[in-house]
């Protein structure tokens, strides 16, 4: 009967150890929390902020690109190597007017995926913004073949100037 009851158990702990199931009392949330978790929930940030933006609420648009950016800057500790992390970590620093910061992360995502095409729409941007329209015009060039709304929206800013 014992024999019983211990394979019970040992087939119990087995389970639980391949399905992640845990029997201890309490947990460091931040352990469980994935990269993409943080991502996620970036990118629902982001998209808040645009429209925030778009209504011409900047300053609540503002606080919510920051808040994008720490859930962001958790998901680079894991993935240092992944374009659309990198992409986004550039867009929020952009955003909340970090722009030197901005720059280095939207090349180190070139460096990745020379062909990102929210990278290159956003870096274009970027560069508009300071004024390097040469380097904008490149980053368009890249995109022209594409056939996506990045390349239109960074041949609209480029012409706007």
Known sequence: M???IFIILIAGFVLAQYTG???????DSSSTDSYIDFYSDAKK????????EEKNKIDRAT????????????AYKTDKNN?????YLGFTLRKTGKLEEAEK??????????????INEYLGELYVKTGRMELAKERLAVLKNCNC???AELKEVIEKK
């Open 83 to 87: 374009p659309d992390i990198l992409n």
């Open 2 to 4: 014992y024999k019983k």
């Open 105 to 118: 992360y939207y090349l180190a995502g070139l460096k990745i995926k020379p062909n990102h095409n929210g």
């Open 21 to 27: 199931t845990s029997f201890g009392a309490g947990s």
């Open 45 to 52: 940030y982001v998209l808040r902020a645009k429209k925030l």
């Open 149 to 151: 709304e990045e390349y």
């Open 63 to 74: 606080k919510l690109y920051s808040k994008a950016l720490k859930k962001l800057q958790q």
